[in-house]
């Protein structure tokens, strides 16, 4: 019998998954993406390179920063454009904060599918103190349209810092809480250990990246392998695991927000002074010139292709997001499981479906 | 290209003795993307494979593997079986440029609708309504 899960599943969200059943049992799945497509790449053809800035951080609000790096990576890249340190360092801390909020959402949810209320009542209530700090450093509460081409849109205010620091050790200790609460709970072992089990070399083959690549002990960081933005400058660990299941996939996003924090840490401290952005004009001049940038978001590589011709707008630009690229594991893990570990999988690729369709 | 980043051009005959050489003798075993290219001036459009390695000691490479096709008649072979995280990729690549992946297990809509009756949309002659 084939069925359809979604587009209006409350948690699959604007995403159908056709299943093949035999009784309770998933034979074959096919994922069926595009509700939420909305033609990014078409549209950035259309704007110039700063004009671009808001609406390609649409597709990922939970990490807006996040999309939004590669993007000016790459135009700084084409532009050849030297961001002033203090700039470096506050892309690096808004997209460390983004990550924090982007996987406070993921745990809290698959506390959620699990039955773990707890994990998302605190989850969602801690979540909020770092949209507060991303909110005094860029003014909005989901899509800041800080990161920039030439560095960040503005300098942070000196109470943010303080603020921040406050919320780095509040943060820290609440982390340790999740960790007794809801990972070294029995009932959540159970439930999760060994579902939807992705081996390393099923994770190199499909191309799977962040939290699952690394949870399948695959260790991939591009804030290691490719130092971007100073990061080379802060002390941290790639944390990986080698279980590959459901479990590992949602902890592994807990021992990054544990690194996100001591980079934050670090960057606050040590901001150094001077401007943070380059004076570029409402619509700056791009030489012609094609360029791969990528960095590490909350979910995965994240990657921009562009192409310039020397106008004043792109002439291609190609996004490569993570849930792109985790949702090819997806028909592989979703594959010989009952119904109901349908939704612990699917939460634990850490999904999204905006910004897959883009 | 900034260093660590090799493009690499090839056509479509050789494109897949390419893919597998890159993989077994260079290491590059981590598919990141693949992108297309409306090159309409040249009447040409362009496949991008963008690869990444697990090797030691080359993770920051990207190498871009590269192929040029007639805009008339766009084919080219599939490389699913050299890389299997390309399925996708390219079902996007082929609904978004019409260009046909011989050999791909299922070329149909991944994001577009079932009954789209129009140019493929990322190409440069297809205008978005309204412009």
Same mark, same amino acid.
């Given at each position: 019998m084939s069925v359809s899960? +979604?587009?209006?599943?409350p948690g699959a969200a604007h995403f159908r998954l056709r299943l093949w059943l035999d009784g309770d049992y998933v034979v074959r799945t096919e994922p069926d993406p /595009?509700?939420?497509?909305?033609g990014e790449e078409k549209m950035a053809e259309y704007r110039n390179y700063i004009q671009n800035v808001p609406h390609l951080e649409r597709p990922v609000i939970l990490d807006s920063s996040n999309i939004l790096f590669p993007y000016a990576l790459g135009v700084d890249e084409l532009m050849s454009n030297k961001v002033p340190p203090r700039g470096q360092y506050l892309r690096v801390i808004m997209s460390e904060a983004n990550r924090i909020i982007s996987n406070m959402y993921f745990i809290s949810i698959q506390g959620l599918f699990l039955g773990h209320t707890t994990m998302i009542t605190w989850g969602m209530g801690d979540r909020d103190l770092w949209i507060d700090f991303a909110e005094r450093i +860029?003014?909005?509460?989901?899509? #800041? @349209? &800080?990161?920039?081409?030439? !560095?960040?849109?503005n300098d942070i205010p000196e109470f943010a810092i303080e603020k921040g620091l406050k919320t780095c050790d509040w943060f820290d200790k609440r982390m340790d809480e999740y960790e007794k609460?809801? #990972?070294?709970n029995p009932m959540v072992h159970q439930r999760s %250990? /060994?579902? !939807?089990v992705l081996s390393r070399e099923d994770a190199i083959a499909f191309g799977a990246t962040g939290t699952v690549a690394r949870a399948s /002990?695959?260790?991939?960081d591009v804030r290691k392998d490719e130092p971007y933005s100073? &990061?080379?400058d802060f002390e941290f660990k790639t944390p990986f695991l080698t279980q590959g299941d459901s479990w590992a996939r949602a902890y592994v996003a807990l021992l990054d927000m544990r690194e996100a924090v001591k980079i934050i840490r670090q960057a606050l401290k040590k901001l150094?002074?001077?401007?943070?952005?380059?004076?570029?004009?409402p619509q700056p001049r791009v030489p012609a010139g094609e360029v791969y940038s990528r960095t590490e978001a909350a979910r995965g590589e994240m990657s921009y292709h562009i192409i310039s %011709? /020397?106008?004043?707008?792109?002439y291609r630009v190609k996004i490569g997001v993570p849930s792109n690229k985790n949702l090819r594991a997806l028909p592989h893990l979703i594959k010989?499981?009952?119904? @109901?570990d349908i939704p612990i999988i699917f939460n634990s690729l850490n999904f999204w479906p905006v910004e897959n369709d883009r | 290209m900034k260093e660590r980043r090799l493009k690499i051009s090839t056509n479509v005959d050789r494109v897949k003795e390419v893919g597998i050489f890159v993989r077994?003798? =260079?290491?590059?075993?981590h598919i990141s993307t693949v992108s297309g290219v409306d090159w309409i001036a040249q009447n040409q459009l362009e496949v991008v494979y963008f690869i990444g390695s697990t090797t030691p000691g080359q993770e920051d490479f990207i190498l871009a593997l590269s192929e040029k096709i007639p805009r008339e008649n766009p084919v080219a072979p599939t490389l699913v079986d050299v890389w299997r995280g390309v399925e996708y990729p390219e079902r996007e690549t082929h609904e978004m440029f019409g260009i046909n992946f011989q050999g791909h297990p299922n070329q149909s809509h991944l994001f577009l609708p079932?009954?789209?009756?129009? =140019?493929?949309? =990322?190409?440069?002659?297809y205008v978005s309504p309204g412009r």
């Open positions: 899960l +979604g587009p209006q599943h /595009g509700y939420v497509h909305r +860029g003014g909005a509460r989901v899509t #800041f @349209a &800080y990161i920039i081409p030439g !560095g960040v849109r609460m809801f #990972f070294n %250990d /060994g579902v !939807g /002990g695959l260790r991939v100073s &990061y080379e150094p002074p001077g401007p943070v952005r380059l004076k570029l004009g %011709d /020397g106008s004043p707008r792109p010989n499981v009952h119904i @109901a | 077994d003798s =260079l290491g590059f075993d079932e009954d789209w009756n129009d =140019l493929p949309p =990322l190409r440069k002659d």
